[in-house]
């Protein structure tokens, strides 16, 4: 990579840092592209020569927020060898991750109306929905959940997941909702299970 590259890259980086840091604080209506420039010691065509304005750029942090969190949930998800443990614990900590108040301001409050219902529901499949897949495609292999054609399956467990998200994300006690909606969400899940008879 050249300098004039690595220096694209750079500016791309700060462009972006200092833009999730103002409309995780704010949210996006308060931040305006000045600010952003100012802060990251830039000029605005720096800006416009990485993004077309100031929703492209907004969409980058959510899809950033978005990749770090599944790549959390994995991380955190690694070492759960139980396809039915991994349902549930994978359930949770998304649940948790909605409570974080800064996340919750870009990728959950204000994404669905900067960027679109459409395209939310689009960007927050594109990242969560290989994540649900596989932990679906296991639990079938396990035989935990009946074998179906998982695609449909993931997106309405990810339909579930995204409506309780905006519940939490938008209740005046984060937390208090979270707890509340665990249950309903965890019994959706285990609705999906093979039980046997004697159970």
């Known amino acids: 990579m050249s300098t ?5 890259d750079e500016t791309r980086r700060e462009l972006l840092r200092v833009a999730r840091e103002l409309f995780a604080d704010r949210g996006y209506a308060a931040v305006g592209t000045e600010e952003i420039v100012a802060r990251a010691g830039l000029t605005r065509g720096a800006l416009y020569h990485h993004f ?3 929703r492209d750029l907004f969409r980058a942090v959510h899809e950033q927020l978005e990749e ?18 991994l349902l549930d614990a994978g359930v949770r900590a998304f649940l948790d991750s909605c409570t974080d108040p800064r996340l919750a301001r870009v990728t959950l409050v204000d994404a669905p109306t900067v960027l679109g219902w459409s395209q939310w529901r689009e960007i927050d499949e594109r990242h969560g929905l290989g994540l649900v897949t596989a932990a679906l495609s296991g639990a079938m292999d396990a035989g935990v959940i009946a ?13 579930a997941l995204g409506e309780a998200a905006l519940l939490i994300a938008n209740a005046e006690d984060p937390a208090a909702m ?22």
């Open 68 to 85: 770090e969190l599944v790549a959390e949930i994995a991380s955190g998800l690694a070492g759960v060898a139980d396809p039915e443990v």
């Open 52 to 54: 077309q304005g100031k």
């Open 147 to 159: 074998r179906q054609d998982v695609r449909p399956l993931a997106h309405l467990v990810i339909g």
């Open 178 to 199: 979270r707890r509340q909606v665990e249950p309903a969400v965890l019994a959706l899940v285990g609705g999906l299970r093979v039980h046997p008879p004697d159970r």
């Open 4 to 8: 004039r590259d690595e220096r694209a």
